[in-house]
């Protein structure tokens, strides 16, 4: 391993899933593809539970090399390489329970990887698992699957019982062990960032080649930086600037950060006689907004 270093090769914010009836999953199984902009020779996986109020186990997860190219079309069953498959561990346990507000970084998976190939990571919950650490993100390459069951060593999800989401949960950065000159440049943001303009830069950099840039993604929808909303009305909107920036900043390899928000600051107010948990007091000046 000796020339290389560890560099995030995707990533998202953890933000707060919205409160439904529904929040608590069992026997699921979650399935992301993911796009690999470097060579690497391993891999290591953040699962973030920050934005929960109790603790979640995952009983099992794998990585494997995808037997599809995402940045052509997705497809519902999510298919892999069987030969490919490597089971995620924690201090080299198949299964880790991550406590309310906290995050575990997983072991080393060694696994050849290919830039331009997708990988696909998929997680299972045998038991009831409070499902509120997410993120909702789209663009080309923002889509994931869950299936009822466990499906981590699947070479195709059932069709049957398999659906689309655009909501990322718990898994929140990916790094891979690659070479010194690859980096990261983070999208740092609300939803505007959320939506799909990062996948499109990630699109480009491949267009236009020279391989040795990744875009990682740290956008929430509806945040702002000075206020939180307490409320489960608005709890998607997630956290404010000041709690989100140090937790999603760090990233391996990241040299570069482009900061995109402020505007629902201005614009979330409204008056509490239009909406209660919208008030004009909320509505920062300009030098508080700058500082």
């Known amino acids: 391993m000796e020339n290389t270093k ?8 953890v933000s707060i899933a919205e409160h439904r009836p529904e929040s608590y999953g069992k026997n699921l199984t979650l399935r992301y593809p993911v796009y690999a902009p470097f060579d690497g020779e391993a891999l290591r996986f ?30 519902l069953e999510c298919p892999l390489a069987e030969e490919t498959l490597r089971e995620i561990t924690f201090s080299q346990e198949t299964s ?26 998929s997680i299972y919950f ?9 993120v909702l993100i789209t663009g080309p390459l923002s889509k994931g699957y869950f299936s009822i069951g466990d499906e981590t060593v699947s070479g195709k999800l059932p069709l ?44 480009r950099t491949r267009k236009l080649g020279g391989g040795h840039t990744s875009i990682i993604r740290r956008a929430a929808s509806g945040t702002r930086i000075l206020r939180q909303y307490e409320c ?43 909406n209660p948990f919208r008030p004009m007091s909320d509505l920062p000046t300009a030098g508080e907004l700058i500082d």
């Open 126 to 134: 045998s038991d009831f698992t409070l499902l509120q650490s997410a």
């Open 96 to 121: 880790v329970t991550i406590d309310a507000h906290k995050q575990t970084v997983s072991d080393a998976v060694a696994l050849p990887v290919s830039a331009g190939a997708t990988l696909c990571v």
């Open 46 to 75: 953040t699962f973030d539970n920050y934005c929960g109020t109790e603790a979640v186990t995952i009983t099992k997860a794998t990585v494997a090399v995808a037997d599809f190219d995402m940045t052509e079309k997705m497809r």
């Open 6 to 13: 560890w560099t995030s090769m995707w990533g998202n914010a």
């Open 232 to 274: 489960i009305t608005y709890d998607s909107y997630g956290l404010k600037g000041s709690n989100r920036f140090c937790h999603e900043i760090p990233t391996a390899g990241a040299d570069t950060l482009i900061i995109q928000q402020g505007i629902n600051d201005i614009i979330h107010p409204v008056g509490t006689e239009v």
């Open 160 to 203: 049957d019982t398999t659906k689309s989401t655009n909501w990322f949960y718990f898994l929140s950065n990916i790094d891979i062990l690659t070479s010194p000159e690859n980096h990261a440049v983070i999208c740092y943001g609300d939803s505007i960032t959320a939506q799909s303009w990062p996948d499109y830069l990630t699109l």
